[in-house]
């Protein structure tokens, strides 16, 4: 089956570090380029951050850049994002995300996603 | 930074009638824009890709149109499940950015 599974949010004081995981399955992972997209409680999604399928190329919103950083281990068919200096406006479900592939290319659009890992960040 | 806004936030309708959402972007986006549903408790689902190209298994009755700065996701004929919110993904320059969102809601 197709899927994708994230792990690792949780509760988390202010100024802490998480990592998530998105582990992959049914799919050649490292032919997608994958991101992470962010809904706070209540609100709209946000994209938070993409790399390619190699890992090499990465991309972040201006409000995760230098405080989050996406990585990728194709040999485990998984992709991360490790969360750093977190604050309460962090506060969301995170989702991943594979990009749209079709018979004639690729697209940033988002076409698999996971069930998302809440990650709430509060003293 | 592309903003996109879309309209209205909230639409009232029954079953069967006809929903017209829009997306407007703060500058061209090209063709390059996606639409997407989202129910409550799941992951967005993507329903239409550059502007008018129905994703894999979307029903027919889902359909976009636009270019530039205005576009338009039009559900023909609303069954059931189709209420829910919806959000318009811009790619031609980061950051990616997504629309406020418009929910269609029971009447």
């Known amino acids: 089956e197709v899927q994708l599974l994230e792990s690792g949010g949780g509760f988390i004081q202010p100024g802490g570090s998480l990592r998530l995981s998105c582990a992959a399955s049914?799919?050649?992972?490292?032919?997608?380029?994958m991101t992470w997209v962010r809904q706070a409680p209540g609100k709209g999604l946000e994209w938070v951050s993409a790399t390619g399928g190699s890992g090499f190329s990465t991309y972040y919103a201006d409000s995760v850049k230098g405080r989050f950083t996406i990585s990728r281990d194709n040999s485990k068919n998984t992709l991360y994002l490790q969360m750093s200096s977190l604050r309460a406006d962090d506060t969301a479900v995170y989702y991943c995300?594979?990009?749209?592939?079709?018979?004639?290319?690729?697209?940033?659009?988002?076409?698999?996603w996971g069930r998302g890992t809440l990650v709430t960040v509060s003293s | 930074e592309i903003v996109l806004t879309q309209s209205p936030a909230t639409l009232s309708l029954s079953p069967g009638e006809g929903a017209t959402l829009s997306c407007r972007a703060s500058?061209?986006?090209?063709?390059?824009l996606a639409w997407y549903q989202q129910k409550p408790g799941q992951a967005p689902r993507l329903l239409i890709y550059d502007a008018s190209n129905r994703a894999t298994g979307i029903p027919a009755r889902f359909s976009g149109s636009g270019s530039g700065t205005d576009f338009t996701l039009t559900i023909s004929s609303l069954e059931p499940e189709d209420f829910a919110v919806y959000f318009c993904q811009q790619r031609i320059t980061w950051p990616l950015t997504f629309g406020g969102g418009t929910k269609v809601e029971i009447k």
């Open positions: 049914g799919f050649t992972f490292s032919n997608y380029a």
């Open positions: 995300a594979t990009t749209l592939t079709t018979r004639i290319g690729w697209y940033w659009y988002f076409d698999l």
């Open positions: 500058r061209s986006v090209s063709s390059y």
